[in-house]
């Protein structure tokens, strides 16, 4: 095991990037990096591909090597030299932004206030990302012998299907470990099953919605047009929800938060039109399911039972409703405890799809993560962050939510996040620390040290 790496020159090399990072975080989050279906011949839209280039030419400027997929997918940076090779993975993908109006400022403008650096992305993942890369150049700088090669790999299709990483790991050389900073220090070793899904049934002529957003978010509003809307209006206001009410239509509000957390953080807009069309009388099966079944328990304890392990319950989040005159469709995102069996969440969700006359389709499955606490990368990892941070408290964590990390053997979540700051990814005013994120370099850069000394 590696000792302790001689901090005071790194740290007073990475206090010394403050503003080059800064000016980097916002150079990348002025790119819009939504996913999005165009002519430009890229996967996922030109602004991801946009966001990929100026991250690569950023790491050119650094010193890194690099390395632009053909077809844009991928990229990734690299630096140091040997045989093996640590992993650092992030993605430059984002969430919508939602309604403009719950911004303070403009989401793709991002602006310090108060010492947060505010926009999409900041702390998922761009910030976060970005933070690592600079502790790897403050290693560098100071004169550290990299014994092993560091490799960042930028995803660009994280926040939908993954394909972006489906296609490194087809193509490219593969690390040894590694870590991911999309979350929260000091580390998560268990991440649930994410399972994504449809629930596709019958049109309705009377009846239109059109509730879309991102798979992995919780919906903070939704809309309903139509001939009861003042009726609506009236059970919304018994039910105590938050709406407004103008012109036949009516606008549903919740609060936006990580699928991940849709039963501690998040309010399902969704869900709650859902429960007052039911009690107004909709017989829509699509309506009936979720007020029937789901309502505002995001467990989904009605389908599934109470289903909780080492890894926290068992969530379901109603992510989209659409309903044509033609076709009916539920978007959820389940992320299911470590221990439960997925032929067991298929026999519950397809009989209730049944009960109400539904078909079920699977989306996209990520299996579970599981790393031992006691396994020698998150010895590594321990040891670098309660070195840096003093943290002797904080023990390994489990988690919803669905990394990199299971891309690659060896690898965990690791930051950025520190204990007792909240989480704001996919919620309105993304924002960053920006103390935080220096104090995350520190911890990265000892990270990196120590990893290079751990056998594999």
């Not at 989401?107 to 108060?114: C, I, T």
């Not at 087809?170 to 070793?189: M, N």
Request: hydrophobic share 40%.
């Amino acid at each position: 095991m590696k000792a302790k790496i001689a901090t005071t020159k790194i740290a007073t090399a990475i206090d010394a990037m403050r503003d080059d990072y800064l000016a980097a975080v916002k150079r990348l989050v002025a790119i819009p990096s939504v996913w999005q279906e165009d002519d430009s011949g890229t996967p996922f839209g030109q602004p991801i591909d946009d966001c990929l280039d100026a991250t690569l030419a950023l790491c050119r400027e650094m010193g890194f090597l690099t390395f632009k997929d053909p077809a844009g997918y991928y990229g990734y940076a690299e630096i140091g030299s040997g045989e093996q090779m640590i992993g650092v993975l992030g993605h430059l993908d984002v969430v919508p932004t939602g309604e403009r109006s719950a911004w303070q400022s403009d989401p793709f403008s991002p602006e310090v206030r108060d010492g947060r650096l505010y926009g999409r992305g900041t702390q998922d993942d761009k910030g976060p990302m970005l933070a690592a890369l600079f502790a790897v150049k403050a290693l560098l700088d100071s004169g550290v012998q990299l014994e092993k090669r560091v490799r960042f790999i930028f995803g660009t299709d994280e926040e939908t299907l993954w394909r972006c990483i489906d296609r490194y790991l087809a193509k490219e050389e593969v690390p040894q470990c590694g870590f991911t900073p999309d979350s929260a220090f000091p580390l998560i070793h268990a991440e649930k099953m994410l399972i994504q899904a449809w629930l596709h049934g019958p049109g309705d002529p009377l009846i239109e919605l059109a509730c879309d957003g991102a798979l992995n978010a919780v919906p903070e509003l939704a809309r309903y047009e139509g001939p009861l809307w003042e009726e609506l209006a009236a059970k919304l206001d018994e039910l105590g929800y938050d709406f407004t009410a103008e012109d036949a239509e009516v606008v549903v509000f919740g609060k936006a938060a990580h699928s991940a957390s849709a039963d501690t953080k998040g309010v399902n807009a969704i869900a709650r039109l859902c429960l007052a069309l039911r009690q107004l009388g909709e017989t829509h099966p699509a309506v009936k399911l979720i007020a029937e079944q789901i309502g505002e328990d995001a467990n989904a304890r009605e389908i599934f039972g109470p289903v909780e392990d080492v890894s926290g319950r068992l969530t379901c989040n109603v992510a989209k409703l659409t309903i044509t005159p033609e076709h009916s469709r539920i978007g959820l995102d389940i992320r299911v405890p470590v221990t439960f069996s997925k032929a067991d969440y298929d026999t519950d969700i397809q009989a209730v799809a049944e009960q109400y006359g539904l078909r079920y389709e699977e989306f996209d499955v990520l299996p579970s993560l599981y790393m031992p606490a006691d396994s020698p990368v998150i010895t590594a990892l321990m040891d670098a962050y309660q070195a840096v941070s003093g943290d002797m408290d904080s023990l390994p964590m489990t988690s919803g939510g669905a990394t990199y990390a299971r891309a690659i053997p060896n690898c965990v979540a690791y930051g950025a996040i520190f204990p007792g700051r909240d989480k704001v990814e996919h919620m309105p005013d993304e924002y960053l620390i920006i103390d935080d994120m220096m104090q995350a370099m520190k911890v990265y850069a000892e990270a990196i040290y120590r990893l290079q000394g751990v056998a594999l």
